[in-house]
């Protein structure tokens, strides 16, 4: 009995499965470096949320809604440009409003709002100035 064939295709499945065991080991090595940077940038993701999430106590707030008028934005804008504090009459003339009583005090009680919403300040009575 000739047992040479079974010796030659015995070496040839043995060396398919070396080839197949090598590809295998090839690829497990790559997928375990793929997993090591996923790990990695997880962790860092991690330490970045953490980081972020403590320090939202000291990050500033957004500016709450205006009220729903027109003149709001035009009387930032006018802050935006003010070098200094400003009274009710100082902004009716930059709103190009005649300087009547009623005029001024509609003004005032606009400011007044801003003030309560925190874009404003009142720190001496009459005077107004943007909230740094």
Partial sequence: ???????DALDIQENA???LADDLRT????????LR?????LE???ITRKTVTGLTDRLPTGLPDLPQHPDYPRILAIFNEATGPLRAQEICDALDREPLP???EGTRAKL???V???ILTEDTVGFFTKRQ
């Fill in 37 to 41: 940077e996923a790990e990695t940038h």
């Fill in 112 to 114: 007044k709002r801003l």
């Fill in 44 to 46: 860092h993701l991690a």
């Fill in 1 to 7: 009995m000739n047992i040479q064939p079974l010796l």
């Fill in 116 to 118: 309560k919403l925190g």
């Fill in 102 to 104: 009623k005029n001024i």
């Fill in 17 to 19: 499965a070396q080839a």
């Fill in 27 to 34: 690829r497990i090595d790559e997928l375990a470096a793929r």
